[in-house]
T-cell receptor, first 110, second 111 residues
Framework: NAGVTQTPKFQVLKTGQSMTLQCAQD?????MYWYRQDPGMGLRLIYY???????DKGEVPNGYNVSRLNKREFSLRLESAAPSQTSVYFC?????????FGPGTRLTVT | RKEVEQDPGPFNVPEGATVAFNCTYS??????FFWYRQDCRKEPKLLMSVYSSGNEDGRFTAQLNRASQYISLLIRDSKLSDSATYLC????????????FGAGTTVTVRA
């Protein structure tokens, strides 16, 4: 039982490049989330998906897009990376009791 | 004003000591409260939920004060393994699926 997996673990991009962060969960959860975590700040919600086929904006959605490909997978895309998007990105899924997080992707945009 | 505010610390305590810290939340209609633990460069993990009546889980005690809008976490008999950042988490009133995270309180337990 892998829980929540994320790929890649590390990534360096140049300004303007695009990339997709992948996330998958094997716990049969309906809800999935993408967060970013920056020093001195709490996790901030980028997008979430309450169920397969639905996505909604969180607190900081600008510059990102998401796809809920199926119940297991929820991807985050940066179309044109900016240095302000340098951060640690966490994917999570939840049942009614708690959120389970993936190991994170450390992204640096130069 | 941030939804959830925490003293960042760090709280440096010797093994065996008791350490306690609070977090305040801004929305009085918040429904559910949690403490998550995050080890350095790792993902957050649920430590415990916080109930209105307060609750204990081993050496950890969580309290909720709705009137003053804060929750607290107390760690007794601190262990080296308790060194971590503790995140205060509150659900947003409009949607129990969405969590609001504090920036965390760092605790370092020294031998």
């Amino acid at each position: 039982n892998a829980g929540v997996t994320q790929t890649p673990k590390f990534q360096v991009l140049k300004t303007g490049q695009s990339m997709t962060l992948q996330c998958a969960q094997d716990m049969n959860h309906n809800s999935m989330y993408w967060y970013r975590q920056d020093p001195g700040m709490g996790l901030r919600l980028i997008y979430y998906s309450a169920s397969e086929g639905t996505t909604d904006k969180g607190e900081v959605p600008n510059g990102y897009n998401v796809s809920r490909l199926n119940k297991r997978e929820f991807s985050l895309r940066l179309e044109s990376a900016a240095p302000s998007q340098t951060s640690v990105y966490f994917c999570a899924s939840s049942d009614i009791y708690e959120q389970y997080f993936g190991p994170g992707t450390r992204l640096t945009v130069t | 004003r941030k939804e959830v505010e925490q003293d960042p610390g760090p709280f440096n305590v010797p093994e065996g000591a008791t350490v306690a810290f609070n977090c305040t939340y801004s929305n009085s209609a918040s429904q559910s409260f949690f403490w998550y633990r995050q080890d350095c460069r790792k993902e957050p993990k649920l430590l415990m939920s916080v109930y209105s009546s307060g609750n204990e889980d081993g050496r950890f005690t969580a309290q909720l004060n709705r009137a003053s809008q804060y929750i607290s976490l107390l760690i007794r008999d601190s262990k080296l393994s308790d060194s971590a950042t503790y995140l205060c988490v509150v659900t947003l009133p409009a949607d129990d699926y969405k969590l609001s995270f504090g920036a965390g309180t760092t605790v370092t337990v020294r031998a």
